[in-house]
């Protein structure tokens, strides 16, 4: 019986490490002429401390990033992993598979992140069935039989995402700063009807600072040089990425559209804007 027990345990462990290696590349063949060691080995900056005596302004607001703006496409490609690179929404979700960050539920009407999601949870909603499809049975033609399609989520379907930040004054420092507190990845609705897509649906939100330390190791593309990889950290802290507001802090607890449309809600987010820089410089005497 032990035997048995032992050779089990060493078939199951040779398949594990037949299956590793399939996912390794070849250290004899590498596709890149140096080996990268800054990525891998990457940590956070720290934020500066901060009390509460030393904010004397602090305004919460909430942006969305679509990524369907050309600046944004390094936060959305590539669609398909490629050696060095993933999605954001990729190393959110590998990092979520893993246990390394936690994703929290009901995002539309709770970003307090108090309702955690649990692991079945988190894999349930990366992969789902369709249990609706229908084939027909090869064994009785002309009868179709029910045949379930697993339907992944890939980062091709996450085309925006919800920021929650603040922006304070800190007097120690004597400056105006911001630090993001959650995002939430927005996949696209599709009318069921006619698998037009009507809007998005928010997923989850995860932790920021929770996050940076995966976003770190996480390269993102260089436009202007390959051998200056930034990381996912370097893209949130140098703020490159472009969004709009779409809520501010307010005592009704109400998103913009909620009360403008169009261009009134454009410029809407453009006053929000406005006011957080007037703030800082009129802090300021010249």
């Given amino acids: 019986m032990k035997t048995i027990k032992s050779i ?4 199951f462990i040779l398949l594990i490490g037949s299956t590793a290696d399939a996912q390794v590349l070849d250290p004899n063949f590498p596709d890149q002429v140096y080996m990268k060691e800054n990525t891998r080995t990457r940590k956070p900056i720290p934020y500066t401390h901060l009390r509460e005596a030393d904010v004397m302004w602090s305004k919460r607001v909430w942006r969305t990033i679509d990524l369907r703006e050309k600046f944004n496409h390094p936060l959305y490609y590539p669609e398909t992993r490629i050696n060095d690179r993933r999605s954001l929404f990729d190393v959110i979700k590998d990092a979520l598979l893993t246990g390394e960050i936690t994703a929290f539920d009901n995002p539309v009407l709770d970003d307090e992140f108090k309702v955690k999601m649990s692991k079945v949870q988190v894999e349930g909603m990366f992969t789902q069935w369709d249990s609706t499809n229908q084939v027909e049975d090869p064994n009785n033609p002309g009868t179709f039989i029910i045949s379930p399609i697993r339907i992944d989520l890939n980062s091709n379907s996450v085309k925006a ?24 990845p927005l996949r696209e609705k599709a009318d069921p009807s006619t698998g037009e897509v009507v809007g998005f649906l ?9 996050c940076r330390p995966v976003f770190a190791k996480a390269e993102v593309y260089n436009m202007k ?11 949130f802290w140098k703020r490159m990425f472009q969004s709009y507001v779409h809520k501010e802090s307010n005592v009704y607890d109400r998103t913009i559209p909620a009360y403008y449309t169009g261009l009134d809600a454009l410029l809407e987010a453009d006053r929000v804007k406005d006011d957080i820089f007037k703030m800082e410089h009129d802090l300021w005497h010249f």
């Fill in 202 to 210: 928010p997923l989850f939100w995860v932790y920021f600072p929770q």
């Fill in 8 to 11: 089990l345990i060493a078939a």
């Fill in 225 to 235: 040089n390959d051998a200056e990889r930034r990381s996912l950290d370097d893209t």
């Fill in 161 to 184: 995402y919800w920021v929650k930040e603040d922006w304070f004054f800190d007097k120690q420092r004597s400056v105006m700063d911001v630090r993001i507190l959650g995002l939430c």
